[in-house]
């Protein structure tokens, strides 16, 4: 096992019923403890644990324990595939055709009357019976009602007494599909769960930690599976406990190294949401709820009924039952509501402000010209280095967007679109209307603004993620489309000239990303700068700016839709119709072209 070094001397027998335990931890010394006594008393019989170059005592808690095999390894967390390569070589050699759990040492895994004392070879007992090699784990974060940093663990101290409080899931049934799951449907639990609702940020929440393995899996198993018939009906859970003392401390490391999915950009989320707020709660009266065990896990819809005495394996009639007492209901309702107006959401993408507000006004005009119903989706942060991040919480409440008050909250949504692009491609005016116009201008000055913007004209020049290195683009497509959206600070020079032969006393602001001297050549007399503003100030001088010249830009261009000032644009550079909102082209405005 290529990097990969075994630093204990004890034997591992070839026992095919042993329920076996593979982990992956680097300074997990405080959680070790009780991880491995949780798990003992659950029924795993042996532990296979790979530390990841730790500075505490972890190995020497682990070298401690009979039951536990100690491999440890300086390869970057990063380079093995988030610690997939380091597990999937162990379980080729130690795992075939057992029950394993794959787990990191803040992973507590739970299954129906867990909690009652039904060992987990009952459970296993059971999964045989049903055929299955693969149970669907949901993923809950736990926290306590404490500040983050006040929330301490003492070794040997119980997790659930300390962290007791999760965020209960609402869409839970599309978690449990039995059918093979591809990449591409990942389970998020996007706009759920604690780390949506405070860091506006999501991880995927849906694992396959306890499984037969088979020597032809890869470890891609942990996220997606693919074979049909081999996942089991019984829904178990895993409780996460990242959120502790040290948790902002392991943040700063875990952005340092760079070690995380994404480029890090969950841990950059934390981060940014720690430093604003160092004593930071997680806990909500109104939305937290506190664990109690299975009895309470079933009558929230978490967890179902398992009857470990019967046989799993349903006779016809069963299905038979099942199909009248769920499809057929819902059949039936669906034809009932054919005829009630349809529910549209538009969920935007994990870009910068302009891009998910574009998304959001542009879904409530396609809803006004269709006579939909508007069901609003909040913002997330983005997940990748945008020249204008933002918190998602912020841009919240900043915007005031909210749904249609005919939107039944408990039907579900009919079209979901990340986008919609057809206000966009068609004549504004269809959409854009006077109506619409006020609706969402209405619902952004319901909320606290910055103040006005003081300069006669805004400028907004377009640079940040334009000008990313190279490598950094996605794609020869990415990096072909952002070079054809930068303007030349050339022609902004002859623009500002323009402006000044027409209107000597007008003062002039830029708006942009850099430093001062990346702007030489635009410094003159009433030409003043704004560089690297917060972006709700610069958003909101944008629409206040008596003229705004629009950049080929979301950001401006969502700004410029909700002012109510003279908005020019560079009419080659932008892709759509300026007139139809009354906007005019630079030409029109000044007598040539830039």
């Known amino acids: 096992m290529r990097k990969l070094e075994k630093i204990d001397k004890k034997e591992i027998p070839n026992n095919r019923s042993e329920v076996r335990c593979f982990c992956v931890g680097r300074n997990e010394g405080k959680r070790l403890p009780f991880f491995i006594k ?23 808690f682990l070298l401690g324990q009979d039951d536990v095999h100690v491999w440890k390894t300086d390869q970057s967390y990063q380079e093995s595939r988030y610690g997939y390569d380091w597990q999937e070589a162990l379980l080729k050699k130690y795992g075939v055709e057992q029950w394993c759990l794959l787990l990191d040492a803040d992973e507590f895994f739970f299954f129906p009357y867990s909690d009652k004392g039904v060992p987990i070879q009952d459970f296993v007992t059971y999964l045989e019976k049903e055929r299955a090699r693969v149970v669907t784990s949901m993923m809950l974060d736990m926290y306590s009602d404490k500040s983050i940093k006040d929330t301490h663990l003492r070794k040997n101290e ?27 449907h990942a389970i998020h639990l996007k706009g759920e769960g604690v780390r949506s609702r405070v860091f506006s940020t999501y991880a995927c929440m849906r694992k396959f930690v306890f499984i037969k393995y088979d020597e032809k899996w890869t470890s891609k198993i942990l996220h997606f599976f693919e074979e049909e018939g081999k996942s089991s009906s019984v829904r178990t859970i895993l409780f996460h406990f990242k959120f502790l003392d040290n948790f902002s401390n392991y943040v700063q490391e875990s952005v340092k190294r760079n070690c995380h999915w994404n480029d890090s950009s969950e841990y950059k989320a934390y981060m940014t949401k720690l430093k604003k707020e160092p004593n930071l709660y997680l ?30 394996r349903k006779s016809v009639l069963d299905y038979v039952r099942y199909f009248f007492e769920n499809r057929f209901i819902k059949i039936v309702r669906k034809l009932l509501n054919r005829n009630q107006r349809k529910i549209l959401t538009t969920t935007g993408r994990m870009d910068g402000f302009g891009s998910q507000y574009s998304a959001i006004i542009s879904g409530l005009a396609y809803c006004r010209y269709h006579d939909y119903i508007y069901r609003h989706t909040p913002f997330r942060s983005p997940r990748r280095k945008a020249a204008y991040w933002f918190d998602a919480d912020e841009g919240n409440k900043f915007v005031g967007f ?20 057809e206000p966009f491609r068609q ?40 000008l990313l290195p190279d490598h950094e683009c996605k794609s020869e497509s990415a990096r072909f489309y952002a070079k054809k959206r930068i303007i030349s600070l050339g022609r902004y020079k002859k623009l500002i000239s323009l402006i000044k032969q027409k209107n000597p006393e ?32 610069t958003f909101h001088e944008f629409v206040t700016a008596p003229r705004l010249v629009v950049a080929p830009s979301t950001l401006s261009r969502v700004a410029a839709i909700i002012s109510e000032g003279k908005v020019l644009v560079f009419p080659h550079e932008f892709w759509m119709n300026p007139s139809c909102l009354g906007w005019k082209s630079i030409r029109d405005e000044y007598g040539e072209d830039v």
């Open 38 to 60: 949780y798990h003992k008393e659950l029924g795993v019989d042996r532990f296979f644990y790979v530390d990841n170059n730790s500075s505490d005592d972890s190995i020497e």
């Open 283 to 312: 806990y909500d009266k109104d939305i937290s709820a506190r664990f109690r065990g299975t009895k309470d896990l079933i009558e929230r819809n978490i967890l179902t009924y398992v009857n470990y005495a019967e046989n799993p």
């Open 158 to 184: 119980d997790l659930f007494s300390i962290c007791p409080f999760f965020d209960a899931p609402k869409d839970v049934k599309s978690f449990f599909r039995t059918k093979p799951q591809k990449s591409s």
């Open 427 to 466: 004549d504004y005016h269809c959409f854009f209307t006077m109506e619409v116009l006020r609706e969402i201008r209405s619902m952004y000055y319901s909320t606290p603004k910055p103040h006005k913007c003081k300069y006669d004209v805004a400028i907004h020049i377009r640079l940040g993620d334009l």
């Open 506 to 537: 007008f003062t002039i602001c830029i708006y942009s990303q850099g430093p001062l001297e990346d702007f030489k050549e635009l410094q003159q007399e009433n030409v003043y700068f704004s560089l690297d503003t917060d972006l709700m100030t």
């Open 402 to 421: 909210k749904s249609d008050q005919d939107d039944d909250s408990g039907r579900e949504v009919d079209i979901i679109e990340k986008d919609v692009y």
